[in-house]
């Protein structure tokens, strides 16, 4: 589909593109190609896919795949959709939020992902024991900071959170223009692999949200260190009466140094979350 099929569609359906749930419409072939070819699909692959709008990657994951999942909010897309792939046995197109539906088993994502609710999504469908592989368009500002895990600099909550998770394999700038309407950011395509294994302490599900909660709360303060950012969490966030004092005491008994937030890892933040888990989970 090029732009103006997809003009045609859209005009037919009498639909103006929804800013609201960031639609924008894949139209260039090559780029189709190129996530096509990251996603390496397997007919022995079962895939989400995540507001998939009027198709277009959809109809070349079916070709493949056992099995598509296609979420799309919009109900007047995905009955166009249901239309559109009547005669498609593997395929099961969803009406619902992605963020609200109970998601059926899937070991992919492959999706040009709703950019404003990337971080709810990543949350959502890949911060879990057993994530899936995604190969994802997102805004590239935020591909950057998942991919720039060794300069600390511009290390952030997401780029601790999704690395916990998932390991970063590929990232390539991806034309705003390949979209219609154009996006106003600059987008690129990920593709991010499950980690072997995931550390215990994130296999139970109110320890992994606490872990997450510890990631929310600090790194706003990644440039702070690590005792300040910690007091100004459980005081601001959770009204605890933890004092500086208390704090280095309990980091000190463990051995961790109080350094900039910016300075730790993955590792960091586990063992971190794992002692204050105990004092204030
Ligand atoms: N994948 C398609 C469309 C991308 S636009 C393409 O590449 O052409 C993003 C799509 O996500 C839109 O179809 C939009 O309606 C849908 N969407 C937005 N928010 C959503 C949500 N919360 N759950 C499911 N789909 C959503």
């Not at 109809?59 to 897309?77: C, G, W």
């Not at 070991?107 to 992902?113: A, D, H, P, R």
């Not at 895990?149 to 290390?155: A, F, L, P, R």
């Not at 280095?248 to 140094?257: D, G, H």
């Amino acid at each position: 589909m090029n732009r103006k099929d997809i003009q045609l569609i859209l005009k037919e359906l009498n639909i103006v593109p929804k800013k609201r749930f960031g639609q924008n419409f894949l139209i260039d072939n090559a780029t189709k190609d190129v996530i096509i070819k990251q996603a390496q699909i397997s007919k022995d692959d079962i895939i989400l896919e995540i507001g998939p709008g009027l198709g277009a990657l959809t109809e070349n994951l079916v070709k493949t795949a056992k099995k598509v999942y296609a979420v799309e909010i919009d109900s007047r897309l995905s009955s166009f959709l249901t239309n559109k792939f009547s005669d498609c046995q593997n395929l099961k197109i969803i009406n619902g939020d992605i963020l609200k539906i109970n998601i059926p088993d899937h070991n992919k994502v492959v999706s040009n992902i709703p950019y404003k609710i990337t971080g709810p999504i990543l949350e959502k469908v890949f911060f879990n024991k057993n994530p899936p592989q995604g190969i994802l368009t997102i805004e590239k500002a935020i591909a950057d900071r998942i991919f720039s895990y060794e300069t600390y600099k511009t290390s952030s909550r997401i780029t601790i959170s999704v690395n916990t998770f998932m390991k970063p394999v590929k990232k390539y700038k991806i034309s705003r223009n390949s979209f219609y309407p154009i996006p106003n950011i600059a987008l690129a395509l990920v593709n991010l692999s499950p980690r072997e294994s995931i550390d215990k302490f994130l296999i139970n599900d109110y320890q992994r949200r606490f872990y997450l909660k510890i990631l929310e709360g600090i790194m706003p303060f990644k440039n702070k260190n690590l005792a300040n950012a910690l007091e100004l969490y459980t005081k601001k966030k959770l009204k605890l009466n933890l004092n500086k004092k208390d704090i280095l005491n309990i980091l000190e008994q463990n051995n961790i140094e109080n350094n900039k937030v910016n300075t730790y890892k993955v590792s960091n933040f586990l063992e971190i979350s794992k002692i204050f888990y105990n004092k204030i989970g």
